[in-house]
């Protein structure tokens, strides 16, 4: 089968609440009377802001007016919650809101708890899946890495995004090789069905990479599908695993690789891709790519994965 592919991964982002205020008492008195204690009305910060603001690179596809797929470029931003936010998601979960930049529909913000969820949210609507390991979800701040798919497709409509990012990283190994594993989500348009079918896509993740060589091989496997219409039959896609070999910067923790492996073709990309986190702990990227065949499909979707010991 050929494939016209577009992968896009993974996010990541940090929030915390903050805030100070001080007060101090102020003495007053009149005749025959004693001192007055008074304290000072304090005003309550209109904001919990985040330790750090992060901006996320992303991508997407939307349907034009021909029903052709068009690339859209889109992006977001982690930002603290106001107090009314908090107070909508009381518990010890810690949260986290993004807010979106782009081309519509893949514009407002969403705010929730951390979590992994990459498994498919069911028919046509609004779905948003976070990837991100138990580190990103347990860490203090908030989130050091993760993934985020939005599906905001119709049946007639194939509308999706993909966004990534995460804590800078420190102390990136310049020598010695390093395993990353974790999950792959995302949406499939089969555009050479009848009315183009649109199915939710989930898989696993592995990148080996070697900073002495300055080398990467990301593999998406085990690629499972979900119909959008919930009458059709989810079911496994039959097909190889997805790979690509990428070359990491000399100046930067990224990588890129301007071709994909797939179903035993070889396929111009658009791959990038980065390292995060405390000693490269963490990775997600963005993969594209295209064929001429009639029969193509679109697959857009995110990784994120965590090194493993």
Known sequence: MAVKL??????????????????????????????????????????????AEYDLKGHGFVTGADGKLVAVN???????????????????????????????PFTGTTTGTRRDSGE????????????????????????????????????????????????????????GQASYRGKFAGGINESGVVGGEQRHVSGKFNLAADFGAGTVKGTVSELNATHRDPIIAAGNLNATDLTFDGTIAKDKPTYSAD?????????????????????????AGIISATTDAEDTSTIIGTFHGEKQP
């Open 74 to 104: 889109v992006g977001a931003k982690v930002s603290g919650l106001s107090e009314t936010e908090s107070a909508m998601f009381k518990g010890n979960t810690p949260l986290v809101k993004l807010a979106y930049s782009g081309d519509k």
């Open 120 to 175: 498919d949210y069911g028919p046509y609507g609004n779905d948003t899946r976070f990837l991100m390991s138990d580190t990103s979800i347990n860490s203090k701040d908030a989130p050091t890495a993760f993934g985020v798919f939005r599906d905001q497709s119709s049946k007639d409509k194939f509308n999706a995004a993909a966004y990534y990012g995460g804590v800078n990283a420190t102390n990136v190994p310049t020598s």
């Open 259 to 283: 071709k994909v492996t797939f179903e035993g073709e070889t396929l111009a990309a658009n791959v990038e891709g980065g390292f995060y986190n405390a000693n490269a702990s963490e990775t």
């Open 6 to 51: 577009l992968f896009v991964a993974g996010l990541c982002a940090t929030l915390v609440g903050c805030g100070h205020s001080s007060e101090k008492t102020v003495s007053t008195s009149s005749a025959g009377s004693e001192p007055v204690s008074v304290q000072p009305t304090v005003a309550k910060p209109e904001s919990t802001k985040s330790v």
